[in-house]
């Protein structure tokens, strides 16, 4: 038996979870959180399940659900560094809900996931208010999530963000590889630098350089870190906009994520079809040639993984293709068409043809010429 001074025992605190610091930070995030909702959320915030009102589907004939779930990725090891936590929820919302567009999905409701180390409230609230702010920026709620205290699996200053969205569109209106024909122009859509994606490639060659996160670039007009840490456009409005007006005749987005472009477009094509995309019509932002030329990254490593400038795609009718281009234009969205839908088996010796990317048994796609110097 123990004798003298009685042990104050072993406490949830001192196991590393603060329950207090919890609280603080969901309520220094809760007014962005609200901010998102509008009529169709019911219950605020702090319920165990976020409550969404489903009654305004009663006006498609036949509404279908649409669900995607991702996350940020080793892109939060650059925010940890540079000790800058505000961008990186918007980089989730565009993982998430521009995979929802590239259906026609308008997207109703997204919840999100944030596993600390240890909860430092600023940090926490910075988080998930970026998430609020993007979610508000294209129309969709934030109806709940967690944010999970993990001492011991992660250290204190680390933490991982993922998050799940549903959205909704009408059958007639889906859109995908059944629509896509022969001829269709293939539009590329600006992306905003390196979006979400390929950061385990980029954070080596950094590493592999001795580069500094605060070193300023020249080429890239500021420091290293900040262009890095430029967040992923969002590009679920222009798209659902473009996707309602006839006159664009759209058929199908892909959105460039992980693996590239010639394998995100490869998943749109019905496997009759192939595509062609001309580099010639396009010249990537400076950190792209940055990465190459630092790390020597073989052309096929560097197209595979990143999307080289092109951050969402386009299929459309080619008689409506310049006024999907100035569409886009007007949305803020720079856009070109860089190539063409074209019969299967047409891009034999074109070089390279990425085929059945992700499992899916789609069209082959060829990249052809060579981007401006």
Partial sequence: ??????????TYASAGVDVRAGDLAVAMMREAVTATHGPQVLGGTGGFAGLFDASALLRHRRPLLATSTDG??????VARAMDRHDTVGQDLVAMVVDDLVVCGAEPLFMTDYLAVGTVVPERVAAIVGGVARACA???????????????????PDEY?????????????????????????????????????????LVRRVVADAGWALD??????????????????RLYTRACLALARTPACGVHAFSHVTGGGLAANLARVLPAHLDAVVDRST???????GLVAALGRVPTEDLEGTLNQGVGMLALVDPDGADAAVAALAADGVPAWVAGRVVAGGSTDGLGPVVRGAKGVDGGGVALTGAHPA
Avoid: I, Q
């Fill in 72 to 77: 940020v990725g080793t892109k939060l090891a």
């Fill in 215 to 232: 070193r300023h670039v020249p080429e890239l007009g500021r420091a290293l870190g900040e262009e890095l840490l430029e967040p992923t």
């Fill in 1 to 10: 038996m123990t004798t003298g001074a009685t042990s104050p025992g072993t």
């Fill in 282 to 288: 396009w010249s990537p932002p400076p950190v792209f």
């Fill in 160 to 200: 991982d963000l993922a998050g799940a969205a549903t959205g909704v569109v009408e059958a007639d209106d889906l859109l995908g590889p059944a629509r896509v024909r022969e001829g269709d122009a293939v539009l590329a859509l600006a992306s905003s630098g390196l979006h979400s994606n390929g950061y385990s």
């Fill in 137 to 155: 920026a294209v129309g969709c709620a934030l109806v709940g999530g967690e944010t999970a205290e993990h001492p011991g699996l992660l250290g």
